[in-house]
């Protein structure tokens, strides 16, 4: 506490994290909005925070303008879970006007970041032309980065990709290695695939 009140950021969180969840102190909403907000200027979860307590009018009356502000905030400053939650408002019209050219550049910064679920949106949008310019071969290049990310269904998409030629060259050799993959991190349909194939 003593941090907190002397300024520092991340006490400043966490105290509000703790009044939040009744950790240590008693559960008091109203307080976690208010440390929350002295830290939210120069801190990225504290702005998520907010934006989840304005949104659900916790220690604080709802107010949708209030949680999207903080979410956009926060998604700007980088917070991975802010930035997808941001790009699946927009996707969806959760909340706020649906803009799909504008989720598809929150999903970009997240797959920028590593983040295999964003990349697998921006590989089927690219197949689709949703939000980004129609392009099999960057379908297929965000298929392959969502595998190296660790996504079996990436894998699954990009073997398929490379052994169809659909948007790559037709190449058995990198096909083949994908779906070996794909099958290694538990995607069923891969599996299948090469029970099928190796007859």
Do not use: C
């Amino acid at each position: 506490t003593t941090a907190a009140q002397g300024g520092d950021v991340t006490a400043m969180r966490l105290l509000a994290g703790k009044y939040d969840r009744g950790n240590g102190v008693t559960d008091d909403a109203v307080q976690a909005v208010a440390w929350y907000r002295r830290a939210a200027p120069n801190d990225a979860e504290a702005k998520f925070q907010l934006s989840r307590l304005y949104d659900i009018g916790r220690g604080t009356p709802r107010d949708g303008n209030a949680a999207t502000t903080y979410l956009r905030e926060a998604a700007a400053m980088g917070h991975g879970q802010a930035t997808m939650t941001l790009a699946f408002r927009l996707e969806n019209g959760a909340g706020m006007r649906r803009d799909y050219d504008e989720a598809a550049l929150w999903y970009r910064r997240a797959a920028d970041r590593g983040d295999a679920t964003a990349m697998l949106k921006l590989a089927d949008w690219s197949r689709r032309g949703r939000g980004v310019e129609k392009d099999e071969a960057a379908a297929v290049d965000w298929f392959r980065k969502a595998a190296d990310a660790g996504s079996s269904e990436g894998a699954w998409q990009a073997a398929q990709a490379y052994l169809e030629g659909r948007g790559v060259a037709k190449d058995e050799t990198q096909g083949m290695a994908l779906l070996l993959r794909a099958a290694q991190m538990g995607n069923a349909q891969a599996a299948e695939e090469l029970r099928k194939r190796e007859g």
